[in-house]
């Protein structure tokens, strides 16, 4: 029997008795492994002067393994649904891994392409697949709190930074003994960059296996003690039908959602991707920054604290208000926010901080809120599969994000002589975005019963 049959769903079943409290934290080892996805600021400006690219050139390393990750959770969702979260998330951990290992060879052959295929295309399809691979199981863990759910686990995606950061620096030091995390000029040689990704990639890998190793799906007819289905009639958007992911895509509440999670993703990556040199930009008068490297890279760690705290409390609110209000806030408060970050963000550094962190606990707290906002609009029959289409929102974000912010900046001059001003052109555009998104909440309806599966044949497959 090979490794990947003994991960199959069907041997994969939870035993009676089993704590539904011990799948999160399964779930989190893996998402705080690709989470390490936001932490590539710290180390950008030494992949510029490596591979004496752009910004803009670099930017697209982060851009494709996004863009990766929404079309093979896209493509990838039936099979994930299929097979099971073990499976799934063993085969994320080795392209998770492989992607570390063949950017290593790029770094050191000083070949960027092979970066661009390794963390790009290769890490970005360990990205798609190992996000949504807990996310179905632990609907059906929780269909009395799903927003709490979804919110344990992802949190630990937008937390993989505030692990990531720190560990990077200190790695990045370790291997050069040059490099000076305090020092605004300093930058990793490519030797370090290599031994920095070769210890994550093996480092993840083993970390990952512990998901692999602890997650379980639940019965057929099992649910939550004391709970009934029922309950869930009485709520606004909440249906007790199913639609498969065939069907929500041809429905206009799915493309509605769609632009909502494309306009809350693109407003938020556009800051995440830039984070580390943004503030010291905001922060600079005749050419120096009162902002130093350290704290620049500490700012990329409370944003880290920020997305994962966000994920969790604004996605345990959902549960309360509901999906369709708790976007009303995240888009519309965050109109206002970006519009003060633009005009008044460099009055103090602290304003700047309090404002970037609840932009960004709105970015994360939208993430963590759509697959229960999809299990509201579709049930729970193949919602990891239709999370996984709604994942290419993400990945269209995932470009037009960095380009706005890449783009504007180019243009305004070279990386470390930039200031607050420059940044205004980008986040007004941002303002734009979101009130687009806001809009397209407003308009989102229950799905009409022409589009719901039928009983007999939904038991006849779960019996299968």
């Known amino acids: 029997m090979s490794l990947l049959s003994k991960l199959d769903r069907s041997r994969s079943v939870a035993p009676p008795g089993f704590s539904r409290w011990l799948i999160p934290p399964a779930a989190l080892s893996v998402h705080l492994c690709i989470g390490q996805v936001y932490a590539t600021s710290v180390y950008k400006n030494s992949f510029v002067s490596h591979f004496e690219a752009s910004q803009t050139s670099i930017g697209i390393i982060f851009s494709i393994a996004i863009v990766m990750l929404g079309l093979s959770a896209a493509v990838g969702g039936t099979w994930v649904e299929k097979n099971g979260p073990r499976k799934a998330m063993f085969v994320s951990a080795s392209f998770w891994a492989a992607g570390f290992l063949v950017s290593a060879l790029g770094i050191s052959t000083s070949q960027l392409w092979l970066v661009y295929l390794g963390y790009g295309v290769l890490g970005g399809i360990g990205l798609g697949i190992g996000y949504i691979s807990p996310v179905s199981t632990l609907i059906k863990w929780f ?72 997650m379980r799906v639940p019965a057929d007819d099992w649910k939550p003690a004391g709970w009934d289905p029922a309950t869930v009639k009485s709520k606004p958007l909440v249906t007790t039908a199913n639609v498969s992911a065939a069907n929500a895509i041809r429905t206009r509440s799915f493309w509605l959602l769609w632009i909502v999670l494309f306009c809350n993703v693109t407003a938020g990556i556009g800051i995440l991707e830039q984070a580390s040199p943004m503030i010291q930009d905001f922060f600079r008068s005749d050419g120096v920054s009162t902002v130093s490297v350290a704290a620049a890279g500490g700012f990329v760690g409370v944003l880290s604290l920020f997305n994962m705290a966000g994920r969790f409390a604004w996605s345990s609110t959902s549960d309360v208000i509901g999906r369709k209000p708790i976007y009303m806030v995240y888009l519309g408060v965050g109109v206002i926010l970006y519009f003060l970050l633009a005009t008044v963000g460099d009055a103090a550094t602290p304003l700047f901080v309090i404002l970037a962190g609840v932009i960004l606990s709105f970015y994360g707290g939208g993430f963590a809120t759509v697959p229960a906002y999809l299990r509201d609009l579709f049930g729970t029959f193949q919602v990891g599969a239709i999370h996984g289409r709604l994942l290419t929102a993400w990945s269209a974000a995932g470009v037009a994000g960095p380009l706005i912010i890449n783009g504007f900046l180019d243009a305004q001059g070279k990386p470390g002589t930039l200031t ?40 006849k497959e779960a019996a299968a």
């Open 143 to 214: 269909p009395d709190r799903p927003g709490l759910a979804t919110g344990l686990a992802i949190m630990g995606f937008g937390g993989g930074a505030l692990i990531a950061s720190p560990a990077s620096r200190q790695l990045l030091s370790f291997y050069d003994d040059g490099y000076d995390p305090s020092v605004a000029t300093s930058v990793a040689s490519g030797g370090a960059l290599v031994g920095l990704f070769l210890t994550l990639g093996v480092a993840y890998f083993i970390i990952m296996m512990f998901g692999v190793a602890n």
């Open 420 to 459: 607050s001003s420059a940044y205004q052109p980008a986040l007004f555009t941002m303002v734009g975005v979101l009130a687009v998104g806001f809009v397209a909440n407003l308009l989102i309806r229950p799905v009409p019963d022409l589009y719901h599966e039928p009983a007999q044949p939904l038991a």
